[in-house]
Each structure stands twice: as C-alpha cells, then as structure tokens.
C-alpha cells in the first residue's frame, strides 16, 4: 500500500517537472486564443513562453472580433477579416448566443 502511495507520488512529481517550456509560433497563438478566453494554465504558458512571437491572432484582435460578432457579424465576414482561425477566440457560449442559428 505504501509504495503505490509512493509511486504515486512519484510519477505526480516527475509529470509536474516535465512541463513543456518551447513552444512554437503555432502553439502560442493557440495559447493566446484560449488566454483570451480565460484558461489560467494556458495564459500562464503564453505569458511565460511565447514573448519572443509575433502575435497574429492576439488579445486585442480577439476582442475586436468578439465584439464585431456582437454586433452582428457573421462569422464568414470575420474570418475574411481576421483570419480563419478567428472562430477560436470564440467560446461556445459567445458563438451560441451571438453567432448565426446553427453556427453550432
């Protein structure tokens, strides 16, 4: 009993330590979409790793975006705008509530 304790431990400590720290410019525009949206583990990533990119689909975007689609703009529109990938600043509640009926 005790040593599956202990080896649960262990494998909790060692998966801990092998956090990813190089990230791509992929990666990292993925992380900034989903700290737009409000993931912690996510936005704690983007803003310790992905300082030396460029990005595209960055907060301010987002939220241009989020409020163009507020305001009634289809997302076909946005993604013209944008990007194609402006879909996933979105969360599903934002696309539900203000997107197109059936954008889900």
């Known amino acids: 009993m005790i ?3 202990f080896f649960t431990l262990l494998f909790s400590l ?7 720290k190089d ?13 737009f949206k409000g993931h912690h583990r996510e936005s704690h990533q ?6 030396q990119y460029k990005i595209h689909y960055s907060q301010k975007r987002c939220k241009t975006a989020l409020n163009q689609l507020i305001l009634g703009a289809n997302l076909e529109k946005l993604q013209k ?6 879909a996933e600043c979105f969360t599903k509640n ?11």
């Open 14 to 20: 060692l998966s801990l330590s092998c956090t990813k």
């Open 81 to 86: 705008a944008h990007g194609l990938d402006i």
């Open 23 to 35: 990230f791509t410019q992929a990666e990292c525009e993925t992380l900034s979409m989903k700290k």
């Open 94 to 104: 934002d696309l539900k509530k203000f997107g197109p009926k059936g954008s889900l």
């Open 3 to 5: 040593s599956k304790i």
């Open 46 to 51: 983007f803003d310790n790793y992905c300082k």
